[in-house]
Each structure stands twice: as C-alpha cells, then as structure tokens.
C-alpha cells in the first residue's frame, strides 16, 4: 500500500517568501504524482503532474520535482501571495488506486 | 466547459435510508473515482473504475457500491447509510495516467 506523507502539516510565512512544500511516498514504482490545491470547503484543483520520466515540472511561479528513488517530491512556490493561502496536497499512485497526503495548510501573510 | 458534475451538493439522510450521489464527466475520461475526506484521516478512495462495467475497491469501500454502465456516469450509491458515512464526498476522472479533474463535492450527513 502507498503511504503518502507531508511535511510540514502547517506552515505560515510572509508575503513574498518562497515556499517549500515536502511529500514523501513509500512505494517509488509510481508513473507519475500529482500536486493539487485545495481551497476551504472546496474540491481539489490539480497544479503539476509529474511522469516517471520527468525530474521536474514547472507552472507559472510553480515547479514541482521528483526524485523517485528517495521517494520524495518538492513543491517550490516562488514570491509567495496572500492568495496562495489554501492546502496543499500530493498524491502518488499504487497501481490504479491513488493515496493521497494530509497536506500543507499555507497561510501567507500580507 | 471541461467539468466533473456531482449531485447532490449537500445532502442530509437518516440512517438507513439508501441514498445515491451521481458523478458525471464530460471529458470522456476512461478513469472515474470516488473519494471521501475526513478531519485528520485526509483522502481515501472509496471506488474507482478503469472504463465501462471495470470496477475495483479503494482503500475504504464497505457499505459503498458503484457502477458504471455508461463512460460519463460513476454513481455512488450508499445502500443503508450509517453515521460513520457522514463525510465530504469527490468525484475524480482522468485519462489512465494523466491529470485528475475533481468535482466540487457533495457533503453528507447521516443522522
């Protein structure tokens, strides 16, 4: 079974600041994993999928890398914006099943 | 518009009373699933399915059924509902392998 882990569970910084997200899975033979977003009371919104193949994944002020032979990956979200404020998840497959973390809850302060 | 649709959007049942959420996709996606998320216990899946009439079991799927007779449709029908199914429910499709798209949830309480 895949065990996704994320830390830290929480994290509060100033505006401006760059972010640094951490998931860690047990299982390294995944195809891909995926960071999400997701805002109070609301569904998820995928951010970056990463394949296999690939080391990093990069969106706007977003990248995302993986190294899968230490089972981790890494959120970077640069200048950080009040309305980056919201919780973080990354999920990593198992077969056909997908487990996901319990998040980074972000909180950016104006 | 891309979406994934759930219905209801909040639900309130009592126990026992066999209650249905639908999920439906417009993207032709082959891979539909079903999520429940609870306070410090995060996602679990519930069910997902890899195409028409292709059903597996999830982390958590006692007292959930699924089906899939149609590639948009992936209801989730919960037969005698229970208590401990109170939760916030998502649906999710994606090609195999590729992004997933979440609906917007539907939160059930079982009373």
């Known amino acids: 079974k895949q065990e996704v882990t994320q830390i830290p569970a929480a994290l509060s910084v100033p505006e401006g600041e760059n972010l640094v997200l951490n998931c860690s899975f047990t299982d390294s033979a995944i195809y891909n994993l995926q960071w999400f977003r997701q805002d109070p009371g609301k569904g998820l919104t995928s951010l970056l999928l990463i394949q296999s193949s690939q080391r990093e994944q990069t969106s706007g002020r977003l990248n995302a890398s993986l190294d899968k032979s230490s089972g981790r990956s890494t959120l970077y979200i640069a200048a950080s914006q009040p309305g980056d404020s919201a919780t973080y998840l990354c999920a990593a497959p198992n077969d056909y099943k997908l487990s996901f973390g319990a998040g980074t809850t972000v909180t950016v302060r104006a | ?111």
């Not at chain 2, 009373?17 to 639908?22: A, E, P």
């Not at chain 2, 149609?70 to 509902?81: A, D, T």
């Open chain 2, 1 to 111: 518009e891309a979406q994934v649709t759930q219905n209801p959007r909040y639900l309130i049942t009592v126990t026992g009373k066999k209650l249905t959420v639908t999920c439906s996709q417009n993207m032709n996606h082959e891979y539909m699933s079903w999520y429940r998320q609870d306070p410090g216990l995060g996602l679990r899946q519930i069910y997902y399915s890899m195409n028409v009439e292709v059903t597996d079991k999830g982390d958590v799927p006692e007292g959930y059924k699924v089906s899939r007779k149609e590639k948009r449709n992936f209801p989730l029908i919960l037969e005698s509902p229970s208590p401990n199914q109170t939760s916030l429910y998502f649906c999710a499709s994606s090609f195999p392998g590729d992004t997933q798209y979440f609906g917007p949830g539907t939160r059930l309480t079982v009373l």
